[in-house]
């Protein structure tokens, strides 16, 4: 069973779609099925799905970039969501800060995943550009994505001539 089709938020959290499984000697249903995740439900913060990453072609991790914003805290934190099958998802934040952190877009880089989004919220905001490193993954705001605050990023796209990044600022 391979292949995310759809991916959502729902009242209960995450929803995270693909074909259903095939059963004993049959080919894969047309139909869809919910891919229940503990990693998936969240039952205080509220999860923003942003953007799914298919694997690479070589394989890999189904990944999913947003933020998961927690009313207690205040803020929303970054979060990476992986899966080797599309059904079984674990959850990671990649913010480390105690701003506002949200992951808008990513794209496959000859380096790996790159994510994009912002750090701060309103006047303070500032574009951001995430990438995995050593296991970790590590927030910047290289000078060309802005300047002082009011800066967004909210996509991204990799290539043989490098990284291009959209977003704007006020």
Do not use: K, Y
């Amino acid at each position: 069973w391979a292949g995310v089709a759809a991916v959502g938020l729902t009242v209960a959290g995450v929803a995270a779609c693909g074909p259903a499984p095939p059963g004993d000697g049959e080919a894969a249903s047309p139909t869809f099925s919910r891919a229940p995740s503990a990693a998936l439900a969240f039952e205080g913060p509220v999860a923003n799905v942003s953007d799914l990453v298919a694997p690479a072609p070589d394989g890999g991790t189904w990944t999913i970039v947003g933020s998961v914003f927690d009313p207690d805290e205040g803020r929303s934190v970054a979060t990476v969501w992986t899966s080797e099958d599309g059904a079984a998802w674990e959850s990671d934040e990649a913010g480390a800060g105690s701003a506002d952190e949200t992951m808008t877009a990513a794209t496959r880089s000859e380096d790996g995943i790159v994510a994009v989004g912002r750090v701060g919220g309103g006047e303070q905001a500032d574009a951001a550009l995430w990438t995995r490193a050593d296991g970790e993954w590590v927030a910047s705001s290289p000078a060309p994505l802005g300047g002082e605050h009011e800066q967004w990023a909210f996509d991204v796209a990799a290539g043989p001539g490098g990284t291009i990044v959209a977003g704007g600022e006020n």
